[in-house]
């Protein structure tokens, strides 16, 4: 059998598993960054708190345009 389950042409983990976590690290640093600098100039882990999500809801967006390009291959007519 081949990778993706069905024996057709798919993805092979490998692959998979690199684009994953690509994607993973779109979203996580840009959150824990802005979390860590935020809580060290304003010295308040709650504001530290608030802007690590507003950072994280805008890589999430941009992870998913991100995913769409690595993930879904264009179909064929």
Do not use: C, N, Q, Y
């Not at 684009?19 to 960054?33: K, M, Q």
């Not at 890589?59 to 291959?73: D, E, I, Q, S, T």
Request: aromatic share 4%; glycine share 12%.
């Amino acid at each position: 059998m081949g990778a993706g389950g069905g024996g057709g042409a798919g993805l092979s983990t490998r692959t998979e598993l690199l684009r994953g976590t690509a994607v993973a690290l779109i979203v996580l640093a840009p959150s824990l960054s802005a979390f860590a600098i935020s809580w060290r100039i304003l010295d308040d882990v709650i504001l530290a708190s608030i802007v690590g999500v507003v950072v994280h809801i805008a890589a999430m967006a941009l992870a998913v345009k991100v995913a769409r390009r690595l993930f879904v291959r264009p179909r064929s007519r």
